[in-house]
Nanobody, 118 residues
Framework: QVQLVESGGGLVQTGGSLRLSCAASGSIFTINAMGWYRQAPGKQRELVADITTRGSTNYADSVKGRFTISRDHAENTVYLQMNSLKPEDTAVYYC????????????WGQGTQVTVSS
């Protein structure tokens, strides 16, 4: 089992910045990638960004150039630095950890609210 604990959400004005943190614990040696998803009211959960254990990153087109994902292996923590925030970034952000080996599995954090006011 893997436990994920998020922090760093909040309320910010348009153009502002926030940094989300996700600390992983448990059987972290089984994890191949970590990332962030978000879900706005009435919408499906979508990938924001992820990073593999080898450091490969992937971003949604809507956040490229504004968000940066990074990972501290020593602290087993993943960060999402969000700059130039827009009202459409408002959502609950969920930390995710993936195991690629069969049986594959997704682990989820409890979610943290990010609200961008116009």
């Amino acid at each position: 089992q893997v436990q994920l604990v998020e922090s760093g959400g909040g309320l910010v004005q348009t153009g502002g910045s926030l940094r989300l943190s996700c600390a992983a614990s448990g059987s972290i040696f089984t994890i191949n990638a970590m990332g962030w998803y978000r879900q706005a009211p009435g919408k499906q959960r979508e990938l924001v960004a992820d990073i593999t254990t080898r450091g490969s990153t992937n971003y949604a087109d809507s956040v490229k150039g504004r968000f940066t994902i990074s990972r501290d292996h020593a602290e087993n923590t993943v960060y999402l630095q969000m700059n130039s925030l827009k009202p459409e970034d408002t959502a609950v952000y969920y930390c995710n950890a993936k195991r690629f080996l069969i049986p594959t599995h997704d682990y989820w954090g409890q979610g943290t609210q990010v609200t961008v006011s116009s």
